[in-house]
């Protein structure tokens, strides 16, 4: 009896101890499972918030590398190049040559200043009417005219002003030409360095982003060289990995974008002469540009870093 029911009970023995095994291995790889999502989403949060801080100290300077170049165009239109007209010419001539005068393309504003405004300047300042001391007005009639920010510079406002010295109306030409040197010296000073700056640190936004989407990339070599042996083309494994680096960059620029919005309030509460919340040009622009560079790293990186694993050999 004991021989006939043997063969039943090691069958179901069997069976037990493979349940059990099956069980067991059921548990052990979705707890496996688990730890590769809870790994992946931990990637996938460094990379975002790697992203996003880079991007938010681009942004910061990029900011000021904008307000700085129209703080400066706006300091270079304030200063004027003044024509002192000739006694004899008539109020005909004046309204012509300041109808020339606006339509040149260096112009931006002309103020004309009779010799009687000019005296009650002179007076005003001075405490006194030197008209009625000398007997007459010794002073002109004069043309300020405020020029485009980028024809205030020593060699373009010489040449403006040795044109207007021919000109039959003009008695003579005067502008701070010492004060146009100065501010153009340090203009260009400031943004070289300003240039530089930018410059490093956009070379270190590339390296961070893309070291950190190599990381993420990294984490999935496994499955690039096995979707690669079964058949698949490069294209086809490159692609889901290009849009999740996109998708990744996308989610850290709106993430450095808010962050950037925050200083740019900040700024324009405390400094409000700056007018940055009013600058719309300027926000697009810079805007527009953290989201581009936010694109163009996270393709580029995503691409040679997955290129990279599937020029390697299984072994390597």
Not at 222 to 237: E, R, W
């Amino acid at each position: 009896r004991l021989v006939k029911i043997l063969p039943t009970l090691t069958v179901n023995c069997l069976l037990i101890i493979i349940l059990r095994a099956s069980k067991q291995t059921f548990y052990m790889s979705t707890s496996f499972d688990k730890y590769q999502k809870r790994r992946l989403r931990s990637s996938y949060f460094s990379v975002i918030v790697s992203i996003s801080l880079v991007l938010f100290m681009v942004g910061v300077l990029g900011l000021i590398l904008l307000k700085s170049t129209s703080v400066a165009d706006h300091f270079k239109e304030k200063t004027a190049m003044t024509l002192f007209l000739k006694d004899d010419v008539n109020e005909e001539n004046i309204e012509n040559l300041r109808a020339s005068l606006l339509k040149e393309k260096f112009t931006k504003e002309i103020v004309y200043i009779s010799k009687e405004e000019a005296a009650k300047f002179h007076a005003k300042d001075l405490g006194e009417d030197f008209v009625k001391f000398l007997g007459a007005n010794p002073l002109k009639n004069g043309i300020d005219i405020y020029l485009k920010a980028d024809y205030v510079t020593p060699e373009k406002m010489n040449e403006i002003e040795e044109r207007f010295q021919k000109n039959a109306f003009v008695f003579e030409v005067s502008y701070d030409k010492v004060l146009i040197q100065i501010l153009t010296k340090n203009i260009q000073q400031i943004s070289f360095w300003l240039l530089i700056i930018s410059a490093f640190f956009g070379l270190v936004s590339i390296i961070l982003i893309n070291s950190s989407l190599r990381l993420s990339v990294y984490s999935k070599r496994f499955n690039i060289k096995t979707m690669q042996m079964v058949g698949a083309t490069k294209s086809f494994i490159r692609k889901p990995f290009i849009l999740q680096g996109i998708k990744l960059g996308m989610i850290g620029s709106f993430i450095a974008l808010l962050g950037l919005a925050g200083v740019i309030y900040y700024i324009n509460k405390h400094i409000p002469t700056l007018q940055l919340l009013s600058d719309y040009i300027l926000l697009c622009e810079l805007f527009g540009g953290v989201i581009i560079v936010a694109f163009l790293i996270t393709w580029l990186s995503t691409y040679f870093a997955t290129q990279r694993f599937l020029n390697l050999q299984t072994d390597e």
